[in-house]
């Protein structure tokens, strides 16, 4: 009885767990996912433009858009100044590169850089989520599992203490 009151209570106070919804851009896994398939594209021989032309139909839809942005800037003006002048989910991504191309250094180790650090982020994200979550616990905690505890601990001796005045 005591446990249904506190379950009672706790869905009334707390909130309803909600599903989780898909940002309607793209997310840092979605980017990363960008980043492995330019340097798989870079493995097999393509140049930076071309290997970042040949990924729009395999990423998210926003992606695709900014690659497509990117790929003609890179037309017009050259491939340094279009990933210099990226914006939008993936500038960060194209900014690294953009130093790559400029200074002619190799290509794959900035994607491999660049993604270890979307990772270092998410991970980071991640702990953060799991320190809060004690937090969050406390209150299910308390009303849920402390009353049926009081209650097996201090029930034998209730019942003793009661039978002795009957």
Known sequence: MMGALALAIALLV???PRLPVRPAGPTA???G????LVAM???AGMTPAAAIGWTQPFVHSQLAAEAATLA???RLDGLATGLREARGSAAGLFSSLARAVETGAAVRPVLDAFRERLEADSRA???????RLPIKLVFPLAL???PGLVLMVSGP???EVFGRFS
Do not use: K, S, V
Request: charge should be negative.
């Open 14 to 16: 707390g909130r309803a």
């Open 29 to 31: 896994e979605d980017i």
């Open 33 to 36: 996912e960008l980043a492995t």
């Open 41 to 43: 594209c870079l493995d």
């Open 72 to 74: 003609r800037r890179a």
């Open 125 to 131: 994200e991640a702990e953060a989520r799991l320190q």
């Open 144 to 146: 849920l599992m402390l």
């Open 157 to 159: 001796a209730l019942i």
